[in-house]
């Protein structure tokens, strides 16, 4: 099963910005709908953005003007680019791959996460 890793959280000011990325170490990464999610303590997971395998971009409501998911295949890799954060924002951020090219269903596999922290 492939293997993800996170990286590029950290602790920003609000109206900041951040980069998260998510590697797959294996080439098969292309083909699966992939996601982010975040979880913040004492709330739920929740979705933030979702690209299927032919880039086809989904973000929840919070998301969509402020969070811009994309993909590098060539790469492994996936991107979330969080712009204007808000300490409502603060949260561990998981991406996940699905079980195939769309966001059918839960995802599969889990990366163990990123602190986001965004604070004055």
């Known amino acids: 099963q492939m293997q993800l890793v996170e990286s590029g959280g950290g602790v920003v000011r609000p109206g900041g910005s951040l980069r998260l990325s998510c590697t797959g170490d294996?080439?098969?990464?292309?083909?699966?709908?992939m996601g982010w999610f975040r979880q913040a303590p004492g709330k739920e997971r929740e979705l933030v953005a979702t690209?299927?395998?032919?880039?086809?971009?989904e973000y929840a409501g919070f998301a969509r003007a402020r969070f811009t998911i994309s993909r590098d295949n060539a790469k492994n890799t996936g991107y979330l680019q969080m712009n204007n954060l808000r300490p409502e924002d603060t949260a561990t951020y998981y991406c996940?791959?699905?079980?195939?090219?769309?966001?059918?269903?839960?995802?599969?596999?889990w990366g163990p996460g990123t602190q986001v922290t965004v604070s004055p």
């Open positions: 996940a791959l699905y079980s195939g090219s769309y966001t059918i269903g839960s995802p599969r596999t």
């Open positions: 294996e080439n098969t990464f292309r083909v699966y709908a």
């Open positions: 690209i299927n395998s032919g880039e086809r971009k």
